[in-house]
């Protein structure tokens, strides 16, 4: 059996992976003279150094990353705490706190005033239970935002970071999806990972090296426009691509951008290495060795904005946060203007499952229907989805 895999995102070598550890013949076409799509790494001629073309925070409770990394040999690529700990700066009053899950899954935490949220009661974090319930048609704001500290100091993060949809139209659906197979499992499955060196030295060269050893052809700089009828194909490209491939397609068709901001800036890492920042522009912030990298979600607001004013604006929360001198060090404005499809009820609805009308022709990425918002850990989990169908379409 041969199986051509159009794109080398890591939903596309997630599918590859799972089709050549099970014997079939793979050709894996990526149009980008890179793989990796949003997750890779790269050399900055300005900064001098490589850096992620973005910031991806993993949880330990992500299952389908844990177990691709273990099956490429890079296992060990990740860091970040040794516990289920969150670092958090309020920009306007320059607090500093942590949010300090137990391992287990019954959370006395909350019952602690030194790990919970600041100005938070015990009682308050029964607003999570409103999530539980959550449908594709509520809201993220209207539900949980009376929540008031709780909501303001971590569930908004949450939900943003997660989700790169503004919460006051955001499904709070895929956000409870989340919550589920995280926080509600304990601290044991909450723990932060990032990877050590880079998004490429942890999820993209591992795995280019661990399917052409395996006899996979791997074509960089080879762009399909068309797809050869009758041929297995898994389509891992982005939707608007898909669309064009696979016309009458129906797919997410909004999308919101991630802005991530590098700037040539070395400070302490602390316990965690990262940081969530309340009340600025800047939302998260990691500590990577001599870059001090930040991410910006939901920020189709930030589109007529020029580089330099919003470098400012972030310099300024970074300032704030951590004390640092008043001019800003050299740095890069990363814009991804299509980053995820926007979370909200309507665009949900539009996802597509892994099956196409051809039996041939698969459909693996973050947008299609995994049931989680657009995450590595979803586009993993649809590659790997649509290996297997296509597997037990053609048994």
Known sequence: MKVTVIGAGVAGLAAAC?????????????????????????????????????????????????????RIGAGDSLAGPIEPVFAFVDVKTKVHWKLRLNQGRLPWWVFSPARRVPGTRASDYLALLKLRRAGVDDLVAPLLAGAGELYRNLLEPLAIAALNTPPDVASAAPLRAVVAETLERGGAASIPRFPKLGLSESFIDPALAWLTARGAEVRLGSRVSEIVPGEKTILAVPPWVAVELLPGLVVPAEHQAILNLHFKCRIDPGETGFWGLIGGVAEWVFAKGEILSVTVSAANKYAEMDNATLAALVWADLRAAFGLAQEIPEHRVVREKRATFAATPAQLKLRPGTRTADKHIMLAGDWTDTGLPATIEGAIRSGNAAALALLEQNA
């Open 18 to 70: 799972t089709l050549v550890e099970r014997g079939v013949e793979v050709v894996l076409h990526e149009a980008a003279p890179a793989a990796g799509g949003r997750c890779r790494s790269y050399f900055d001629p300005a900064l001098n150094c490589r850096i992620d073309n973005g910031n991806h925070l993993l949880l330990s409770g992500n299952h389908a990353v844990m177990g691709f990394l273990e």
